[in-house]
């Protein structure tokens, strides 16, 4: 009879505390199957489908405003189920672990908790300030005073194309310069209430600051710390790069900069924030005259379209024995895998799941080159982690840490940007295997990973000291650049003022609100996981220089398709470490992966380093 009388309290919405402390995990988890997860996935879906629609049309005010009205019935969803039932539960009084920790994660609701008017607040200055980043426009450096609607050019492809192919010392500081003119300032005023209310949500999450509230996510009391110890780790390898990079640029570039220092200037590395070295290959490969393995020419010779280059990469998933995921690159379903001509949209690749178990979708502003041939196996890894864990407790439905996401893909792209893979695929001939050509492909990684780890590092270090209040407005963008200039070895090409200037903005994870931490974690965790799947498909042997782990693939490899299936599938029902475990045989990070995987390079850039004129 007391059953009853709680079942029917609970049909009709009581928020009696006590009654809702009584329950036991079996009536728990029967509301939790018959009332509350039926209604999260269509409100879930609701909001990801407006969303959607924004995203690809960033002008139009009606979807503009359907995604606010999404937003605002998410959060009074949430707040509702939060308020009378979720803040009430005790982990505590549960034995399963898998109820425990559903409690715990419903317990934490995030920025909804934020009352209606400043949740609508917040939500609109992370629209706006996205408007900003994504609309943003700059003149070209041959017609530096413009009509900007007319003749202005965009991030991508445009300016993107410019950092990435010009050597023009005058026209890449222009650019570099224009994009954070149209970008930052615009955007600083505009974060300092961002920054107000993002504490204000963490704070009542039960949490000091929203910087806390983000490293909450990877269960680590020690994150700080671990992160600290991951970079030592790494830092070897970076510091003997960085100082070739700079040797080699200076050649190039000489008296246009000075290196005394020892520092790089921000717009010589062929990326606009410097996180990605690899357009700078040409001036910087130990072997500069051996045949080149240029695979965007290959792509385009042999006639890849945008949907050519998405079929090649299911190929990939489905030969480890993951299932097809077409759905997510079909643009009759809704995809968008190339820019449209005729209106303004987000081009920041990203992967979308709808929550309903059926709809996974990718969009990308796709060009035939081999760095978005990789991004798109990193975007379909994301959806095949979606489809993994679709039939998790949508509590459940989420990475086993934020980094996990993010790594999956790219330890694919490991396999697939190996000289192996591509002789496989036909993308390079057979000619192209020396072991120069080896070197070679193993710079052009480095470039791409190893430049990258710092920069990952420090974007969320700098936002937590902001959201911590450890650094104040008028110090943000000096805070930045002691940063960059102290961890990643970067520096500005032209003076940067606090007043004036507001560089972290011109990052499109800082409007966003993106957290960014993640992708440092991916780029360690990628290669352990890597390592693990290679031995497991029997390309890998550690005692061997026959299977070296830079020349591994796992196409092919069901028995690696399985590992990562096993840890995959669990979502982030079980701590991060038993999902590593289950894929990896260990449960801590580590970076000694990334020193196996570039072992020859790092030899090569110490004697290299060693020759050289300039040496700090």
């Known amino acids: 009879m007391y059953f009853f009388i709680i079942f029917i309290c609970l049909l009709k919405h009581c928020d009696a505390q006590h009654n809702w402390e009584l329950l036991d995990e079996s009536k728990l988890i029967r509301f939790l199957l018959t009332k509350y997860e039926p209604e999260a996935v269509q409100v879930y879906n609701k909001l990801v489908n407006s969303e959607w629609e924004h995203a690809i049309d960033l002008n139009n005010t009606v979807k503009a405003n359907a995604n606010v009205k999404a937003n605002l019935e998410m959060v009074n969803f949430e707040k509702y189920y939060w308020t009378r039932y979720f803040r009430h539960l005790d982990s505590t009084n549960y034995k399963s672990e898998f109820v425990r920790r559903q409690v715990k994660l419903l317990k934490e609701l995030g920025m909804s908790a934020l009352n209606d008017q400043k949740y609508e607040e917040f939500s609109n200055l992370r629209s706006t300030m996205m408007n900003i980043y994504s609309t943003a426009k700059i003149c070209p450096y041959q017609k530096k005073t413009c009509n900007l609607q ?52 963490a704070r009542a999450n039960n949490f000091r600051d929203r910087g806390a509230m983000w490293r909450n996510k990877f269960e680590s009391p020690t994150f700080e710390n671990d992160l600290e110890r991951l970079w030592m780790e790494v830092k070897p390898l970076y510091d003997e790069l960085h100082l ?69 990469a299911d190929k990939f998933y489905q030969s480890i024995g993951l299932d097809p995921c077409n759905m997510s690159y079909n643009v009759t379903a809704g995809a968008m895998i190339e820019k449209p001509k005729n209106r303004h949209v987000i081009c920041h690749a990203s992967a979308w799941d709808f929550h309903n178990g059926r709809d996974f979708r990718i969009k990308m502003c796709t060009r035939v080159t081999f760095e978005d041939f990789i991004t798109i196996h990193h975007e379909m890894g994301h959806i095949q982690y979606y489809m993994l864990y679709k039939n998790q407790p949508i509590a459940f439905r989420d990475g086993a840490n934020p980094g996990f996401h993010e790594a999956v893909g790219d330890t694919i792209a490991l396999s697939v940007s190996s000289i192996t893979h591509l002789r496989k695929i036909g993308l390079i001939s057979n000619n192209q295997l020396s072991s120069s050509s080896s070197l070679n492909s193993l710079m052009i990684m480095a470039l791409e990973r190893i430049a990258f780890l710092p920069f990952g590092l420090i974007l969320d270090k700098w936002r937590w000291d902001v959201f911590s209040g450890k650094v104040s407005p008028d110090k943000w963008n000096t805070h930045w650049w002691q940063y960059r200039k102290s961890i990643q070895k970067i520096k500005p090409p032209v003076f940067r003022s606090d007043v004036l200037d507001f560089d972290p903005g011109s990052k499109f994870h800082v409007p966003a609100d993106a957290q960014y931490i993640s992708y440092f974690v991916a780029h360690i965790l990628e290669f352990q996981l890597h390592k693990a799947l290679c031995i497991a498909a029997g390309q890998y042997d550690p005692f061997s220089d026959r299977l070296p782990l830079h020349k591994c693939d796992i196409y092919g490899s069901k028995a690696a398709g399985k590992r990562l299936k096993s840890g995959l599938s669990l979502g982030s029902s079980r701590h991060w470490r038993v999902a590593l475990k289950a894929i990896s045989g260990e449960t801590g990070l580590s970076g000694s992966a990334i020193l196996e995987y570039f072992q020859p390079l790092y030899k090569y850039l110490k004697l290299e380093n060693k020759k050289s004129k300039i040496s700090f």
């Open 244 to 312: 070739y990079v700079l040797n080699k640029l200076k050649l190039k570039y000489g008296n246009q900069f000075d290196a005394v220092d020892g520092l790089i200037p921000a717009h010589l590395l062929g990326n606009m924030w410097a996180q990605n070295w690899m357009h700078i290959s040409d001036l910087v490969l130990p072997f500069l005259n051996e045949t080149t393995i240029d695979v965007t020419s290959a792509l385009k010779k042999q006639g890849y379209t945008p949907w050519q280059m998405f079929q090649t």
């Open 150 to 201: 007319i003749e202005g050019l965009s991030l991508n492809p445009d300016i993107e194309n410019i950092m990435a192919t010009s050597t023009n010392y005058d026209e890449l500081l222009f650019t570099w310069k224009a994009w954070r003119d149209a970008t930052g300032p615009k955007i600083k005023e505009l974060y300092k209430t961002y920054v107000a209310l993002s504490n204000e949500g």
